[in-house]
C-alpha cells in the first residue's frame, strides 16, 4: 500500500468509504446493507491490506456504530484514522447553531467511542460559508479542546472547491472526481491543493458503482440517455486491456496526489478492487488524453449522483 505524509498524517492511499455499511447506497448494489459479520470481515480485510482510514459521517445510517464496535475490539485501533462528518445545520442562530454542533459532534464521538475524531468535515459545503462561516469557526475550538485532529469539507461543485481551497480553516478537501467528472481538472484544483498542503479525499472514483455495471453492458434504464458516453469508456478501456472500474481506480490515482474513497458491500468486492491497486500497469499518455478529450464536457446530471431520480 502506498502513503501519503499530509497534515502530520501517515493515511493509505486508498481508503474504506463506509456509506455502505450503514445503509443501502450505490446504484450498482444488489444486496443491501452487509450483515455485521460481513462488515467485521470487510474492516478486517481493508487493515490487512493497509488501508489505515475509514470515511464515514454520521447520516449514514448506523455505519459509525459499527465501526465504533468493530475498533473498540480491534488491537491495534490507535494506527486507524477515522474521518466523519457534522449533517447539514438546521439552526439560524449563533447560539443555537453551537449547541447543534456539539451535540452532533458528541453524538459521533460516542457512535465511535472515541473521544477524538481524526478527521471531522462539515457534510454539506453551504456550511462553510453560512453564517459568516461560524461552523468552521466553532470546530476550530474543538481542535484545541482535542476533540478533533483536521477540519474540512465535504464538497460537490467546483465553485465549494475553490472556496475550500481558499479557507485557511480547511486541511482536507473531499471531492467528486473520475473520469466523467472532469470539473476539477478545468480549475487546475489538485495541484492547487497540492501547493497549499490540503488532504484531499477523492469520492465517486467508480461514480457509485455505476462503472461496474458497464462492464458487462448492464445499465438502469434511467441512465439511457447517456449511452454514448458508456461506449466511449468501454471502447477506451477495451483498447488500453483493463476493465472500466479498474481503469476508473488507475486514472484517478495517476491524475492526483489524493485518497481515493472506495465503497463496498461485500468482502469478495473489496478483494477484487483491491487489484486494481495491486497492479502496478499504468494508464498510458495516450488513454489519460482521450479520457480527458472525450469526457471534459459530460453533462451534471450523469456525474452528480444528486441528481440521478433513482440512485437511492
Known sequence: MEYLWKQG???SRVALGTAQLGLKYGVANKTGKPEEKEIEKILATAFSKGINLLDTAYSYGDSERVIGRFLSRYPAKTQILVASKLPKLRCST?????????????????????????????HDENDMTAHQGYAFEFLAKQM???????????????????????????????????VFDQRLNHINFFQRAEEKKKLVLMRSVFLQGLFFLLEDSSCPQQFAGYSRYFQKIRTIAEDSCFKVGELA???????????????VESCSQLEE????????????????????REFSTVPVNLIDPRQWRESR
Open 94 to 122: 449563533p447560539q443555537m447553531l453551537g449547541k447543534e454542533i456539539e451535540q452532533n459532534l458528541e453524538a459521533s464521538l460516542r457512535n465511535l467511542q472515541v473521544d477524538y475524531i481524526p478527521i471531522y468535515l462539515l
Open 273 to 292: 478492487n483491491m487489484k486494481y491497486i495491486s497492479n502496478r500497469q499504468e494508464l498510458s499518455p495516450e488513454t489519460m488524453a482521450a479520457i480527458e
Open 144 to 178: 484545541g479542546k482535542g476533540k478533533i485532529g483536521l477540519l474540512g469539507v465535504s464538497v460537490y461543485t467546483p465553485e465549494a472547491a475553490e472556496d475550500a481551497l481558499e479557507n485557511p480553516l480547511t486541511q482536507v478537501i473531499q471531492v467528486p472526481f473520475n
Open 9 to 11: 498524517l501517515k493515511v
Open 249 to 263: 481506480c488507475k486514472y484517478a490515482a495517476q491524475k492526483t496526489q489524493g485518497v481515493i474513497l472506495m465503497g
